[in-house]
């Protein structure tokens, strides 16, 4: 068991350095210097420059964070899903649904501060559940692929999304008119020490996200049951469980994840709702972040920082000269070696035998 909890842990790790080995090699390729793209890196998440050009500055950490928030909740709903034996690709129509959600209580609802955006992120996470249940609801009664609805539906909640903010008054067609001070996430406060950087009240959400993830998943009889569901349907219900029940359960968790990251750019990131042309990317990302995080509420806090990390990193590797879709290609190796997990736990397991073997070898011959 422990050992197997060992390569847990050891396999991603392994997968994160080849997926930095290749876009260093990527780089080298094109001519240019890998140590450029590990010092962008390293100013991102520290705000110290190595290359000596300038000074300490923390606004590169508070982007850094804000980047990674609304990963790390959309990471959490495609990770709920996948322990509970579902597969959420819906995270990104969520997510949008759980925005205009935000965007509707903030403009039209009239609260004192504290209070309003508790309603914003309350409405986001209902209404992302509601999203989730869908898609939840039909596999339950019908068994209809979730994947397959899913996918149709975040279609669905872009176009509705960007026609929905649109009756808001809009006098550009790209935005909604400013939230009202008291609906806002933002804070002068965590703004000023990290030099004027977005970061918001949103990071704590996230923490509670986190802690609430955890706990169901691991600690209570509930999410034991949702698990049971999701390892062996046929087995739970002769168990006496309520398969049904708990598949749209599941999907409404993971909606409400992702609806409250929708909730924490909206009202954190930026203080009006957006009308987009396209997806942004986050429902993808979670996919990614849950592989590379296990489906552990740990290892997608930090598979999640990783990728926010990354993902905050591209104007600065930009500006350096190195393209901002090396990041993406890292991305994309640290998931492909994830998905060939077996290989990389077969070549720990030769490698360590191998040592074992040599140091008894030694051992031998001295005696």
């Known amino acids: 068991m422990k050992r197997r909890e060992q390569r847990r842990i050891v396999v991603p790790l392994v997968a994160v350095l080849l997926g930095f080995l290749v876009g260093a090699l990527v780089i080298i390729v094109t001519g240019r210097s890998p140590a450029v793209l590990f010092i962008s890196l390293i100013r991102t998440l520290t705000g110290l420059d190595l290359s000596g050009a300038s000074d300490f500055n923390p606004r590169y950490v508070g982007e850094f964070i804000v980047q990674a928030l609304p990963i790390i909740l959309t990471g959490l709903s495609v990770a709920f899903a996948f322990r509970t034996g579902l597969f959420n690709i819906g995270a990104e129509g969520q997510l949008m649904i759980g925005s205009l959600a935000a965007v509707t209580v903030a403009l039209l609802v009239k609260a004192p501060p504290l209070v309003h955006p508790l309603l914003c992120l309350l409405a986001a996470m209902a209404a992302g559940a509601l999203w989730g249940l869908i898609p939840g609801y039909l596999k339950a009664r019908f068994n209809v692929h979730e994947v397959v609805v899913s996918i149709m539906m975040n279609y669905t909640a872009l176009h509705f999304v960007n026609w929905a903010l649109l009756q808001f008054g809009s006098v550009d067609r790209v935005k909604t008119p400013d939230f009202p001070p008291t609906a806002t996430l933002k804070s002068a406060f965590l703004s000023s020490i990290t030099n004027g950087s977005r970061l918001n009240w949103g990071i704590i959400p996230v923490v509670l996200a986190l802690l609430f993830f955890w706990f169901i ?82 290892g997608v806090l930090f598979s999640g920082l990783l990728f926010g990390l990354l993902k905050a990193a591209q104007p600065l590797m930009q500006s350096q000269g190195i393209p901002r879709e090396i990041s993406q290609i890292i991305q994309a190796s640290i998931v492909l070696f994830i998905a060939m997990r077996l290989g990389i736990e077969m070549l720990l397991s030769f490698i360590s035998s191998n040592i074992g073997s040599k140091g008894g070898s030694k051992g031998r011959a001295r005696s």
């Open 217 to 298: 998943i691991e600690k209570t009889t509930f999410g034991y049951r949702l698990r049971a569901v999701g390892f062996n349907k046929e087995g739970a219900r002769y168990a006496g469980m309520r398969v049904e029940l708990n598949i749209m359960l599941s999907m409404m968790i993971a909606g409400a994840f992702a609806g409250l990251a929708g909730a924490v750019i909206t009202l954190g990131t930026f203080n009006f709702g957006r009308v987009l042309p396209a997806f942004e990317g986050y429902g993808m990302d979670g996919i990614a972040v849950a592989l590379v995080g296990a489906n552990h509420a740990g």
